[in-house]
Nanobody
Framework: QVQLVGSGGGLVQAGGSLRLSCAAS????????MGWFRRAPGKEREFVAA????????YYTDSVKGRFAISRDNVKNTVFLQMNDLQPEDTAVYYC???????????????????WGQGTQVTVSS
């Protein structure tokens, strides 16, 4: 079982940047594919980005391609989401998620993750 703690959210002006972190503990981090999701007020949870165990594969939803970058450090047991050129529509609570998988290059784009962080608020002002 893995525990996830997200951090790094905050208030930023449009065009600004934030870097979210999600620290994992309790299990071997490199056994887990990781993902970031978000939930905006009044909306459904939305997939944002995913990264494979090996970090060899990543995947992004179209609206963040070219602006967001997911990465991981399997020594520090942390996954990151670098968010650049933030826009008001990026305002949401962001959640990291983990799913144990035997496949080193698998990315998971659906909410089929067993473990979730507590969420961190990102607010972008216009």
């Amino acid at each position: 079982q893995v525990q996830l703690v997200g951090s790094g959210g905050g208030l930023v002006q449009a065009g600004g940047s934030l870097r979210l972190s999600c620290a994992a503990s309790g299990s071997i981090f490199s056994n887990y594919a990781m993902g970031w999701f978000r939930r905006a007020p009044g909306k459904e949870r939305e997939f944002v980005a995913a990264i494979s165990r090996s970090a060899g594969n990543t995947y992004y939803t179209d609206s963040v391609k070219g602006r967001f970058a997911i990465s991981r450090d399997n020594v520090k047991n942390t996954v990151f989401l670098q968010m650049n050129d933030l826009q008001p529509e990026d305002t949401a609570v962001y959640y990291c998620a983990a799913e144990r998988t035997p496949f080193p290059f698998m990315v998971i784009r659906t909410p089929d993750y067993d473990y979730w962080g507590q969420g961190t608020q990102v607010t972008v002002s216009s």
